[in-house]
């Protein structure tokens, strides 16, 4: 049981590029989040999906896209990459008001 | 918007003492309270939750939530230096799929 897992751990972009970051959890939980978080910040909610086939802006979504491509996985994608967006991302799983599973985090640097 | 307020710290304690960590909230509706540890470059893992007023004790660790004063707070007995980490506050309310998270206080404790 991997819990939450996230691809890939580090990566450096230049301005401009795009990724998608990938997150799959084999806990069932019908929801699934997306955070950044920078030092001070704590952490940010980017875009969240409440169920299979959902997603909703959280507090950040300018600059990101989001896809829940089934109950498991939930991708995030960077269009253009920006500096401003070298944060760490962390995605995170859990079941209604229960507590939120995080995944190991994805360290961004955008040059 | 809903609030989640922490004393950023860094809040010192020697060890074999009681650390205190409060957090407050704004939002009355709020009926779930999670408290996370987060060791430096790693991922927020749940320590305690906790849902009635009153106190809610876990071996070394005690939440205790005020819902009357917005007051959430996790005491740590027998601090230990493996207990230095940030120490993150979320509060969700009733029906919401998305928790509030404070920014974080930062614990040291020295031998």
């Known amino acids: 049981n991997a819990g939450v897992t996230q691809t890939p751990k580090f990566q450096v972009l230049k301005t401009g590029q795009s990724m998608t970051l990938q997150c799959a959890q084999d806990m069932n939980h019908n929801s699934m989040y997306w955070y950044r978080q920078d030092p001070g910040m704590g952490l940010r909610l980017i875009y969240y999906?409440?169920?299979?086939?959902?997603?909703d802006k959280g507090e950040v979504p300018n600059g990101y896209n989001v896809s829940r491509l089934n109950k498991r996985e939930f991708s995030l994608r960077l269009e253009s990459a920006a500096p401003s967006q070298t944060s760490v991302y962390f995605c995170a799983s859990s079941e209604r008001q229960d507590e939120q599973y995080f995944g190991p985090g994805t360290r961004l640097t955008v040059t | 918007q809903k609030e989640v307020e922490q004393n950023s710290g860094p809040l010192s304690v020697p060890e074999g003492a009681i650390a205190s960590l409060n957090c407050t909230y704004s939002?009355?509706?709020?009926?779930?309270f999670f408290w996370y540890r987060q060791y430096s470059g790693k991922s927020p893992e749940l320590i305690m939750f906790?849902?009635?007023?009153g106190d809610k004790e876990d071996g070394r660790f005690t939440a205790q939530l005020n819902k009357a004063s917005q007051y959430v707070s996790l005491l740590i007995r027998d601090s230990q230096p493996s207990d230095s980490a940030t120490y993150l506050c979320a509060v969700q309310s009733g029906g919401s799929y998305i928790p509030t998270f404070g920014r974080g206080t930062s614990l040291i404790v020295h031998p």
């Open positions: 939002d009355r509706g709020s009926q779930s």
């Open positions: 999906s409440a169920s299979e086939g959902t997603t």
């Open positions: 906790i849902y009635s007023n």
